[in-house]
Structures are given as C-alpha cells and as structure tokens.
C-alpha cells in the first residue's frame, strides 16, 4: 500500500476544475490506481520529463513521483485538449 501526498499546487488545480463529478473521479481514481501499482491500468512511465509518472483519468492527467519507499506525490493535474475534426 503506498501513500499518498498531494502538493498545495495539485490541490488547487483539482478545485479549480469546478466540476463536482470530475474532481471526485479524479480522486478516487488516484486512490484505486495509485495504491498498488501492480493493479494499475492507466499509469504509464515517462521519459525525458520532469516527472515519473502520469495517471490518465479521462482529459485528465494527473502527474506524479514514485520514490521506493512507497510515497506518491502527486505534483500536478493538467487538462489535455483533445484533436478533432475541427483541429486542422
């Protein structure tokens, strides 16, 4: 079981998101996901990037550091604008 940290910026960015049901499935995705990593399905490694870690929870990123000792901090949470018809 690893534990869980939220910075100040990642729990400013979650409550400006503005939308009840999205805030509340982004954390409960970070609970289920991000407690066992061998159970995790939407956490991928990342490379040449500040970070170690990105969670996807629908538009959302949710990018993290893992240390070995079994800490999550959870850093930031990004919206990614999707392509579409209209894009190009």
Not at 19 to 35: D, R
Not at 38 to 47: A, P
């Amino acid at each position: 079981m690893n534990e869980i940290n939220w910075t100040t910026k990642a729990i400013k960015q979650l409550l400006k998101i503005g939308v009840k049901p999205i805030e509340q499935q982004i954390k409960n995705a970070v609970a289920q996901e991000l407690a066992d990593f061998s159970h995790s399905r939407n956490v991928k490694k990342l490379t040449n990037h500040d970070f170690d870690y990105r969670l996807r929870v629908g538009n959302y990123r949710v990018l993290f550091n893992y240390t070995v000792g079994g800490m999550v901090n959870i850093v930031t949470i990004e919206e990614v604008k999707k392509r579409d018809e209209r894009t190009y």
